[in-house]
């Protein structure tokens, strides 16, 4: 499975170029799970849904779309992830609110955490959280160069984590060093941030292609697929200039090893033909 979506669904720049003009800010997230079967929640990054949010989220999208959370910086980033059990339990609480909705949630550790400084709090914290998640899928995301390295992939992959690939000015390329590993996860998951300080500005359209890079992704995520990951991307808009149509440039490229989507009851039929069978004899 290749899902692919982008960084967020909630961008007013987007109307007229992806969004309807006159498409109310509360239909977007319908709107949007009907382009593309998953997105990444940056929000919960600053305070996690409520359950009456993720209730509502829920229930705008069609069964099969899945919502990546991104960890509370409470976690990450101010509690350098010592005495956070209460923090992480609440993350977890929310993931099996989602119930099948849950996509792989990630951990984005800051740039000045490093293997050399936190480096026994980071694997006391992983090896607590292997057994407290249960069956979700999760990811790390490591900005420090000493935490970039194939023996932290595998010990990742050890304790059922992927090392998130980011495809970001500045950051190491570290596609072989999962390739070689992450199968035993069954997991990868990809971020397209490109140049967030000096990329593209606007986010209405294409203005930085990158075809030659795409081209390279799309055969890297289909080598994924085939050593049996399921593969989770995510587009930021300074990849290009406009993550939608990244996103769609991607597609094209994957054809049919992409994730089918929308599903046949997102465009308004019954995925039950008894059902239909039924509504048919009533009229």
Request: a negative charge; hydrophobic letters at 45%; proline letters at 7%.
């Amino acid at each position: 499975m290749i899902a692919l979506g982008t960084s967020s669904w909630s961008f007013d720049a987007w109307r007229g170029v992806f969004y309807p003009d006159t498409l109310s800010k509360t239909e977007m997230l319908a709107y949007y799970a009907r382009q593309f079967p998953t997105v990444e929640v940056n929000t919960s990054f600053y305070a996690l849904p409520e359950p009456s949010t993720l209730i509502k989220w829920v229930e705008s999208v069609p069964v099969g779309f899945t919502f990546a959370l991104k960890f509370p910086r409470r976690i990450s980033h101010e509690k350098r992830l010592v005495n956070c059990e209460a923090e992480t339990r609440a993350l977890i609480d929310a993931l099996y609110a989602l119930g099948p909705s849950a996509g792989p949630a990630f951990l984005q550790l800051p740039p000045d955490f490093s293997r050399k400084t936190y480096g026994r709090e980071l694997a006391t914290y992983l090896e607590w959280l292997a057994i407290q998640r249960g069956e979700l899928a999760m990811a790390v995301e490591v900005r420090a160069k000493d935490l970039m390295t194939p023996a932290f992939a595998r010990f990742l992959a050890d304790h059922g984590f992927a090392l998130v690939l980011a495809d970001r000015k500045g950051t190491p390329d570290l596609y072989a060093e999962w390739a070689d590993i992450g199968a035993a996860t069954g997991l990868a998951m990809i971020r397209w941030i490109g140049d967030d300080r000096n990329g593209p500005q606007g986010d209405r359209e294409i203005s930085a292609p990158q075809d030659a890079k795409l081209d390279e992704w799309a055969a890297r995520m289909v080598a994924l697929e085939d050593a049996g990951m399921a593969v989770f991307g995510y587009v930021h808009n300074p990849y290009e200039g406009h993550s939608p149509a990244t996103v769609r440039r991607l597609l094209e490229r994957l054809g049919a090893r992409a994730m089918a989507w929308p599903p046949a009851e997102a465009e308004g039929q019954s995925p039950d033909p008894d059902e239909d069978a039924t509504q048919m004899r009533l009229l």
